[in-house]
């Protein structure tokens, strides 16, 4: 092949090819629909009449059906779900629906109501919404204030809660506070009763509510230890002249603390290192037995006393002076249970309450100015939480799950807690007002926080809509 009829064979071979790509632009283009193809060739431009009828034709997000618009809020957080149900009363009846808050409510601070123990005190029980509201306020600090009592001398306050009456002694009185549903668990203060000590010249030290609610055995300054019938209708009749049903000289010393077993025993520690078991009434009503079942005698004084739910354990706190603070017995030997490995700050170390959340779990408090938590398996503190301000800590409550609330020395102060995280969660001042008191006793359930100071015993509302916000836990940034 020559050289001029090659050049000729490339030019026709670049001819064809340009002559087949203008064949497949000619083609027309095929778009695939849903069962169907369309030539774009065909389709026409849309008018603005066109437009607005595909608007019209658009489904609403309120419009779908129930169960799409559930799977839709599922997916939300809870914040989201409280502002979606102010939009419409579609987005109310979904956002509020039971089944979208349940896995929400299941880990909530203060409100999840898992413990029996807990929940036997609190009033009213929550549904699974108001579970994640209520426990929101006490993580930002919105609650109602309310003074239930005051006093004009200074006394060393102690309180029981329970699920139809708050307990308050202090001085020489006991106060008797009934609860009612309708006021959504609040103390009714025009409802007061009170048991007046009459004729003793003793104060009330520490006190246990017994009996389901039925009895009270109260500890005092001289030693003695007293029964008393808690009938509210009968408080009601006799009004300030209530008599104990049995006095008891039980110590020569200030009996600084009492315990209830449930296997009918009773235990009470006095300042000079003695604990004595008694065997609490069977049969007749205020037949106490004159003599202790048991005597145990630590060389240190006796600050708090705790029986375990199972009532075969009892857990003495001392001053921490001479001993280790804390030990655990067996409560029909007082012989040692369980070895307590720990390195005490030095002396004074002393544990001033305790709780315990289950049979191997223990809470203490007291002059080290932390929050303990003991696993008698190993014998261990196993966590510790400080208080924000280096105070030490006066008593302690629990939810028995991960909720801890404590009162501090200073500034009438109480803690919230998350057993979870290192850090506290919210601060709560007790009474603005007068800041120089510790917080002696404090108990709380899904709504309310009640703390007493040495002259007044304050209730913080935390259910509905409070009026005001006090989120005192960012003072703590200024501070450091």
Same mark, same amino acid.
């Given at each position: 092949?020559?050289?001029?009829?090659?050049?000729?064979?490339?030019?026709?071979?670049?001819q064809q090819q340009q002559q087949q790509q203008q064949q497949l632009q000619q083609q027309p283009t095929w778009v695939q629909g849903e069962g169907m193809m369309i030539n774009d060739d065909d389709a026409l431009p849309m008018n603005d009449d066109e437009e607005g009828d595909d608007d019209d034709q658009r489904v609403k997000l309120d419009e779908l059906?129930?169960?799409?618009?559930?799977?839709?809020?599922?997916?939300?957080?809870?914040?989201?779900?409280?502002?979606?149900? +102010?939009? /419409?009363?579609?987005?109310?009846?979904?956002?509020?629906?039971?089944?979208?808050?349940?896995?929400? %409510?299941?880990?909530?601070?203060?409100?999840?109501?898992?413990?029996?123990?807990?929940? %036997?005190? *609190?009033?009213?029980?929550?549904? @699974?919404?108001?579970?994640?509201?209520?426990?929101?306020? !006490?993580?930002?600090? *919105?609650?109602?204030?309310d003074i239930l009592s005051s006093t004009i001398f200074k006394v060393m306050p102690c309180i029981k809660l329970t699920r139809d009456v708050l307990w308050w002694a202090g001085g020489n009185m006991i106060y008797q506070f009934?609860?009612?549903?309708?006021?959504?668990?609040?103390?009714?203060?025009?409802?007061? *009763?009170?048991?007046?000590?009459?004729?003793?010249?003793?104060?009330?030290?520490?006190?246990?509510?017994?009996?389901?609610?039925?009895?009270?055995?109260?500890?005092?300054?001289?030693?003695?230890?007293?029964? !008393?019938?808690?009938?509210?209708?009968?408080?009601?009749?006799?009004?300030?002249?209530?008599?104990?049903? /049995?006095?008891?000289?039980?110590? &020569?010393?200030?009996?600084?603390?009492?315990?209830?077993?449930?296997?009918?025993?009773?235990?009470?520690?006095?300042?000079?290192?003695?604990?004595?078991?008694?065997?609490?009434?069977?049969?007749?009503?205020?037949?106490?037995?004159?003599?202790?079942?048991?005597?145990?005698?630590?060389?240190?004084?006796?600050?708090?006393?705790?029986?375990?739910?199972?009532?075969?354990?009892?857990?003495?706190?001392?001053?921490? #002076?001479?001993?280790?603070?804390?030990?655990? *017995?067996?409560?029909? @030997?007082?012989?040692?249970?369980?070895?307590?490995?720990?390195?005490?700050?030095?002396?004074?170390?002393?544990?001033?309450?305790?709780?315990?959340?289950?049979?191997?779990?223990?809470?203490?408090?007291?002059?080290?100015?932390?929050?303990?938590?003991?696993?008698?398996?190993?014998?261990?503190?196993?966590?510790?939480? &400080?208080?924000?301000?280096?105070?030490?800590?006066?008593?302690? %409550?629990?939810?028995?799950?991960?909720?801890?609330?404590?009162? +501090?020395?200073? #500034?009438?102060?109480?803690?919230?807690?998350?057993?979870?995280?290192?850090?506290?969660?919210?601060?709560?001042?007790?009474?603005?007002?007068?800041?120089? &008191?510790?917080?002696?006793?404090?108990?709380?359930? &899904? /709504?309310?926080?009640?703390?007493?100071?040495?002259?007044?015993?304050?209730?913080?509302?935390? @259910?509905?809509?409070?009026?005001?916000?006090?989120?005192?836990?960012?003072?703590?940034?200024?501070?450091?």
């Amino acid at each position: 092949m020559t050289a001029q009829e090659e050049t000729q064979q490339h030019k026709d071979e670049h001819q064809q090819q340009q002559q087949q790509q203008q064949q497949l632009q000619q083609q027309p283009t095929w778009v695939q629909g849903e069962g169907m193809m369309i030539n774009d060739d065909d389709a026409l431009p849309m008018n603005d009449d066109e437009e607005g009828d595909d608007d019209d034709q658009r489904v609403k997000l309120d419009e779908l059906p129930y169960e799409m618009i559930f799977k839709i809020f599922d997916y939300l957080h809870a914040h989201d779900l409280v502002r979606l149900s +102010s939009v /419409c009363t579609t987005f109310y009846q979904v956002a509020r629906d039971r089944l979208l808050w349940e896995k929400r %409510s299941h880990d909530l601070l203060v409100t999840n109501q898992k413990s029996d123990e807990f929940v %036997s005190r *609190c009033n009213p029980a929550l549904d @699974s919404v108001t579970k994640w509201q209520v426990s929101h306020n !006490w993580m930002s600090g *919105c609650f109602d204030t309310d003074i239930l009592s005051s006093t004009i001398f200074k006394v060393m306050p102690c309180i029981k809660l329970t699920r139809d009456v708050l307990w308050w002694a202090g001085g020489n009185m006991i106060y008797q506070f009934p609860r009612s549903s309708e006021n959504g668990g609040s103390v009714n203060k025009k409802q007061k *009763c009170s048991v007046y000590v009459r004729d003793t010249g003793s104060d009330v030290t520490k006190f246990v509510v017994v009996r389901s609610g039925h009895m009270l055995v109260s500890g005092h300054r001289d030693g003695a230890l007293r029964l !008393w019938r808690t009938n509210p209708a009968e408080c009601l009749k006799m009004k300030n002249n209530i008599m104990p049903l /049995c006095t008891l000289p039980a110590h &020569s010393s200030d009996l600084g603390s009492v315990a209830e077993a449930k296997n009918q025993l009773l235990f009470t520690g006095s300042r000079n290192g003695t604990v004595k078991a008694w065997e609490f009434p069977h049969g007749r009503v205020g037949k106490v037995a004159a003599l202790p079942l048991e005597t145990f005698q630590r060389n240190d004084c006796i600050w708090s006393l705790a029986t375990d739910p199972s009532g075969d354990k009892l857990a003495i706190g001392t001053g921490g #002076n001479f001993n280790p603070a804390l030990y655990v *017995c067996d409560t029909s @030997s007082f012989q040692r249970s369980h070895e307590i490995v720990f390195e005490w700050r030095g002396r004074n170390a002393g544990i001033l309450d305790m709780v315990w959340e289950n049979p191997q779990t223990l809470l203490t408090c007291g002059y080290d100015t932390c929050v303990r938590k003991w696993d008698l398996r190993s014998g261990r503190c196993v966590s510790a939480w &400080s208080d924000p301000t280096g105070a030490a800590v006066f008593c302690i %409550s629990t939810d028995y799950n991960f909720t801890m609330v404590t009162g +501090s020395q200073f #500034n009438c102060k109480a803690v919230l807690w998350d057993q979870r995280k290192p850090d506290f969660n919210q601060l709560y001042f007790m009474h603005l007002r007068r800041m120089c &008191s510790p917080v002696y006793s404090i108990a709380f359930d &899904s /709504c309310h926080l009640y703390g007493a100071t040495d002259q007044n015993f304050v209730e913080l509302k935390f @259910s509905g809509r409070p009026s005001t916000k006090k989120n005192f836990r960012d003072i703590m940034n200024y501070a450091d």
